[in-house]
């Protein structure tokens, strides 16, 4: 009897090996790893394109690109990092995370998880092609705005195609990340004592769910109008190219939180553990969190203060934007409280966490200024916008991304990273992300538009600032392949909880971690 | 290193002897434009004062709350008296932002009024102007030295063109202590006017008549650009507004009445 129980066991962990284990895979653990590596290809793609820009803006004059291209650039750039880069890194912690956080074995829909995953390299494969179809990829922002849009060339329906790929892709994984973290909680895990950055996830995914349909009817709407002889948004049929505005911005708003939330769990998570303190005021960071998702459905218009909206449209959109600010603050004070009297070290994680609370904070100041709508009749379509989503996305988003990755990759690995080579990571990684961003506020004040291949000679210096700042940032991240390839070579001997001041389930299971996370449920109280 | 330092803060140097280190938005010309600026910098300050208290406290507690200073943790983990206050301190200093911006965007929204209107149409890759009560119509765009020194590989050094990109061939002419109205509209692609200035930005899309107004208070001439991607050419589409006393404006006005009428008889 016990000889054929054990047989069974055998079948169950039987799995081909090579190239087909990822493949066929359904284990969280494999997925969460795809997907981190997948994201982090498309982190240096998108990257090289924005190197390709700060070039070329280097100096005034055009030296290395024409328009045309330029412009194919910050459309791609922009589609690359968003649902290329940061989208899947945050499914990719998800997936590795969550079932270890809930005291679960898997994610509840593992099949369904496999395929979430293995869209996204056809999706990214066909939207990169489009850069050698002889006319050109997308060009007209990644916003696609109509009527611009409409006069792409050939690669607007594939554009259109990957998008919607990407946006199954993400709506599979946020029923998964729901399914799981509803059902699979270990017993006595009630919803108010899960770990934050389940919590936020939870929220992520409804976001996602609510948002990704919206952008899925107006891209097909694109494709109708381009293609099948309707105006939905063409003035000359009787379209409104103003509608398309707002219904992309419907889903572009929570898309933004989308983006964000998962960091605020990931900064929530490490924050106590190296202060050595509980994270102070769970209660009301769930509360806002909650607040800034139901918020991103009703502020959408601030994107497009400038297209003339009726006054009260004006002031309601600026009204709800400010509001923001109350969640986003409540989130800012907490964290400060967590490590007020606190007992902190300062390992790499933590310090990128740190960074993140400062340069978050700033690209929210600049949200608050880009709030106030007679301010955004300035600064709307300007460097100062390029400066505030890059301040909350990359010492955002990235930086919690980033922070994660040394946090738990003695957990993935069993295997401790160089602390050394972290901290010149992030010594190199923060000082050249002012760099590159800070000056850019400075032009957009001074008056320099967006995505302009070519500026008046005034924006000269600050512009080489940023170019400067722009390849030490691209180059600093060559340090984090190495440190995370010299990890992977280690021994191992990372310590089951590999942080004095962690906590949470994970850090009950062996380093590394299993393959099949808690086989039995662990009890919680 | 040294060297490379050396030759860095030189090229800086250099680039310096012609271009400025502007890192604020200029000063307007008009109501609308100033009070924009001014209300600009009350939000700046604003947020320099929350960012130094929020700052402040975590520096504070970063330098003396750390472990090698042998700080204990405290067990402290919730209040709901101090999520209170941060939620209700916050939003009362919303609350006074949202005031003058408000009355603000009641001010900019009132074209009423206007003594002349100008209607401006966005073309991909120009625009063009028609002054509708005085018959005036022409089309603006970049001028000539500023085209050639822009295209790729043109060798010439763009440093030397004058306001290089910011240029036209036909500059708008504007009265001062006058309110104009302006309409904007476009014929193919979504753009959007702007000169600082003046006024801020708004956009012209096809199908629709946006309005904005100015009343430039200071003769002189003003730049801006096109803010709205609108395809290859977007960065290459400036407008400049040259703003003049109310006679000579009716002298510019007549003198290109007439043209306009020669050209009808050609």
């Known amino acids: 009897m016990s000889t054929n129980i054990d047989h069974i066991k055998e079948e169950h962990h039987h799995q081909p090996s090579g190239l087909m284990r990822w493949i066929t895979t359904t284990n969280h653990k494999d997925i969460g790893s795809l997907y981190l590596w997948f994201s982090l290809l498309m982190f240096f793609i998108g990257g090289f394109m924005a190197l390709i820009i700060r070039a070329e803006l280097f100096q005034p004059g055009l030296q290395l690109v024409v328009p045309g291209f330029f412009n194919q650039m910050t459309t791609m750039h922009a589609l690359i990092m968003i649902f290329g880069a940061l989208m899947p890194a945050f499914v990719g912690l998800a997936n590795w995370q969550l079932p270890m956080m809930i005291g679960a074995p898997d994610m509840a829909l593992p099949r369904l998880n496999n395929w979430s995953f293995w869209i996204l390299p056809f999706a990214f494969t066909m939207l990169l092609s489009t850069l050698f179809f002889e006319s050109g990829g997308p060009a007209a922002g990644w916003t696609l705005y109509p009527p611009l849009s409409l006069q792409g060339g050939n690669s607007m329906p594939f554009v259109i195609f990957s998008l919607h790929l990407l946006g199954a892709s993400s709506i599979l994984g946020a029923i998964n990340v729901i399914a799981t973290i509803l059902n699979m909680r270990a017993p006595g895990m009630t919803l108010m004592k899960m770990p934050i950055f389940v919590w936020t996830w939870l929220i992520t995914a409804f976001l996602l769910i609510a948002a990704m349909p919206v952008l899925a009817g107006a891209i097909t709407m694109l494709l109708t109008d381009r293609f099948y002889g309707t105006s939905f948004f063409t003035a ?111 390992e790499t994680p933590m310090l990128f966490s740190l960074a993140f609370i400062i340069l978050f904070t700033i690209g929210g100041f600049s949200g608050l200024m880009l709030a106030i709508t007679p301010a955004d009749f300035q600064y709307h379509d300007t460097y100062f916008v390029v400066a505030h989503f890059h301040y909350v996305l990359v010492p955002g988003a990235i930086f919690a991304v980033i922070a994660a990755v040394y946090y738990w990759l003695p957990k993935w690995t069993g295997k401790m990273y160089n602390e050394t080579l972290g901290k010149v990571h992030f010594w190199m990684t923060t000082v050249f992300v002012n760099i590159t961003f800070f000056p850019m506020h400075f032009v957009g004040l001074a008056g320099m538009p967006r995505r302009i291949p070519d500026y008046a000679v005034q924006f000269t210096d600050f512009n080489m600032i940023a170019s400067i700042g722009a390849f030490g940032f691209g180059l600093s991240q060559l340090l984090f392949v190495y440190i995370l390839f010299q990890t992977l070579r280690q021994p191992v001997t990372a310590a089951d909880k590999s942080w004095e001041g962690a906590e949470g389930l994970e850090w009950t299971l062996p380093s590394p971690a299993p393959y099949h996370s808690f086989d039995t449920p662990p009890k919680v109280d | 290193m040294n060297r490379l330092s050396a030759l860095l803060i030189a090229s800086l140097a250099s680039v310096s002897s012609f271009a400025d280190w502007e ?10 434009a100033n009070a924009a600026y001014d209300l600009h910098m009350l939000i700046f300050y604003i947020t320099v004062v929350i960012g130094v208290i929020v700052f402040g406290v975590m520096f504070y507690s970063i330098f003396h709350h750390r472990k090698s200073k042998g700080a204990k943790p405290a067990s402290f983990h919730e209040s709901t008296t101090v999520e209170v206050i941060w939620t209700v301190i916050p939003f009362v200093i919303l609350v006074g932002m949202a005031i003058p911006a408000t009355k603000t965007l ?39 030295k500023s085209n050639e020194a822009r295209q790729l590989g043109s060798k010439i050094d763009v440093k030397k063109v004058d306001n290089y990109l910011l240029n036209v061939d036909n500059e708008v002419v504007l009265p001062t202590d006058t309110k104009v109205r302006i309409l904007l509209t476009a ?80």
Not at chain 1, 333 to 338: D, G, M, Q
């Open chain 1, 236 to 346: 000359a049929g009787g379209g409104d190219p103003v509608l398309f505005q707002h219904i992309f911005w419907f889903f572009g708003h929570p898309e933004v939180y989308i983006l964000i939330l998962p960091a605020f769990g990931i900064i929530s998570t490490i924050i106590p553990a190296f202060s050595r303190k509980k994270l102070f005021g769970y209660d009301s960071m769930v509360y806002a969190t909650a607040s800034i998702a139901l918020l991103s459905f009703i502020v959408w218009a601030h994107h497009m203060f400038t297209v003339g909206m009726p006054l009260a449209g004006e002031i309601f959109f600026m009204f709800t934007t400010m509001l923001i600010a109350v969640p986003t603050g409540v989130k800012v004070f907490n964290w400060v409280a967590t490590m007020w009297r606190g007992s902190m070290t300062f």
């Open chain 2, 23 to 32: 890192v604020n938005m200029p000063r307007g010309v008009s109501p609308t």
């Open chain 2, 106 to 144: 009641i001010m900019m929204e009132d074209t009423r009024d206007s003594e002349i209107t100008l209607k401006v149409t966005g073309y991909q890759w120009m625009w063009k102007y028609d002054y509708v009560e005085d018959n005036v119509s022409f089309f603006s765009k970049l001028d000539n």
């Open chain 2, 187 to 266: 014929s193919d692609v979504i753009h959007a006017w702007w000169v600082p200035e003046i006024t801020g930005k708004k956009d012209a899309i096809p199908g629709y008549i946006n309005e904005l107004w100015v009343d430039i208070k200071k003769p002189g001439v003003y730049r801006g650009q096109c803010t709205e991607l609108c395809g290859k050419d977007h960065g290459f589409m400036p407008i400049v507004v040259r703003a003049v006393p109310k006679q000579e404006y009716v002298k510019w006005v007549s003198l290109n009445q007439k043209n306009r009428v020669a050209d009808k008889s050609e």
